[in-house]
């Protein structure tokens, strides 16, 4: 039975690992979180859901909270994620991303965990030959951020043919969007993504946005990306638990709905929500990214029954920009 079921979710205090929190609640699951505070906040766990505050790269720390907690599912969202800080400091991102998950991965077979989902990204296709992109696709990262990722999936792989351990990757595309109910929302100190960075704009806490580049082959000259609304994304963790709950096999999913949008359009939108013109100022291409990345998105769809609520970029947008007024305290 789910309401028995005590999910260990690393990095919960994060952007994407609260949404999870709230998401298992939901669906009738308990939670307790293991999060260092790096870059996460302890208001973003519910005040019922036990924290622990701790490495996951500690192994003592792990052993305790598995067994004090019964713990049988793993999700994992523990990690650093800001792709040019990978390349400025590469060895931080694989001792956060990989060393760290391993030490995780290994403390889950000691203890004998049976289930473990894992944040990975669309990073690890690097810049595609062939759009849109399905899982078969060749795995071709450009940063170390990519391969750090990369690797964990390796390690998951090879820990379930050895062990049987079961898993599922998540290749996450383009995450955005807040709880529509306004109880989670991203909170970066220094803020990387495009429609976060609008958002901040819209509520006048940056003065301008930089687009980077807009002579890319595609329809108005910017990146087109596939987003994915972040509560979506906590539902495909749940579709993913249930479907090892119920036996099914270890795999890799890409996530994200099919479609894109380009940088214009999102800003576009972005304005109309905010009822006012941002300030954008058109720079050079910013170093690696792909003119266009776009998920096959039927496997995920087909096996674990994922089925989205709010593909609509006027939903991820609205969500976004009203939990950034919360942020910045305005009232519309
Ligand atoms: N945000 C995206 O667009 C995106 C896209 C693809 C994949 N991902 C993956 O999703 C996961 C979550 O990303 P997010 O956007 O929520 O980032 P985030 O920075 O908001 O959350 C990461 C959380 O992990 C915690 N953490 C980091 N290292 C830790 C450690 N060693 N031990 C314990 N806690 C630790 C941080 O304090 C934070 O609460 C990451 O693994 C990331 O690689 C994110
Ligand atoms: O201030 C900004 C920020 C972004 N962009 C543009 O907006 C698009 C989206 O950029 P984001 O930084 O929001 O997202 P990325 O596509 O670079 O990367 C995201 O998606 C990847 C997978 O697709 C990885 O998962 C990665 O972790 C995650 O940050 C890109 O064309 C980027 O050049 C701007 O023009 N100005």
Redesign the pocket.
């Given at each position: 039975m789910s309401g028995q079921t005590t999910v260990l979710v690393t990095g919960g205090a994060g952007y994407i690992g609260a949404h999870a929190v709230l998401a298992l609640g939901e669906a009738g699951y308990q939670a307790v979180v293991i999060d260092d505070l790096s870059t996460g906040r302890r208001e973003a766990v519910p005040a019922d859901v036990p924290f622990v505050h701790g490495n996951v790269g500690d192994p003592a720390c792990l052993a305790d909270v598995i067994s004090q907690h019964g713990i049988r599912t793993v999700m994992h969202f523990a990690g650093s994620?800001v792709?040019p800080e990978s390349v400025q400091a590469p060895l931080d991102y694989y001792r956060n991303n990989t060393l760290n998950s391993h030490t995780l991965i290994e403390a889950c077979v000691r203890a004998g965990v049976e289930r473990f989902i894992f944040s990975s990204?669309?990073?690890v296709y690097g810049i595609p030959d062939v759009l849109p992109i399905d899982e078969q696709s060749p795995t071709a990262p450009i940063n170390p951020?990519g391969r750090s990722k990369l690797m964990t999936e390796w390690m998951l792989r090879d820990a379930a043919a050895a062990y049987g351990l079961r898993f599922i990757a998540l290749r996450?595309?383009?995450v955005a969007g807040a709880d529509p109910k306004g109880r989670a929302g991203q909170c970066s100190k220094a803020a990387?993504?495009?429609i976060k960075?609008a958002c901040e704009a819209a509520v006048g806490r940056r003065e301008e946005?930089?687009?980077?580049?807009d002579d890319y082959p595609t329809r108005d000259g910017t990146?087109i990306?596939d987003y994915v609304h972040v509560s979506d994304l906590a539902d495909a963790h749940i579709a993913a638990l249930r479907h090892l709950e119920r036996g099914g096999e270890s795999n890799i999913f890409n996530c994200g709905y099919g479609h894109g949008y380009s940088?214009r359009e999102v800003l576009d939108t972005v304005e109309r929500f905010a009822g006012k013109p941002l300030s954008v100022k058109v720079v050079g291409r910013?170093a690696g990214?792909p003119p266009e990345?776009i998920a096959v998105q039927k496997r995920i769809v087909s096996e674990l029954g994922w089925s989205p609520r709010h593909d609509n970029l006027d939903t991820i947008v609205s969500s976004a920009l009203a939990w950034e007024r919360k942020l910045a305290g305005v009232t519309v």
């Open positions: 994620i792709v990204t669309a990073a951020y996450y595309f383009n990387t993504h495009l960075i946005i930089m687009l980077f580049g990146c990306r940088v910013r990214d990345l």
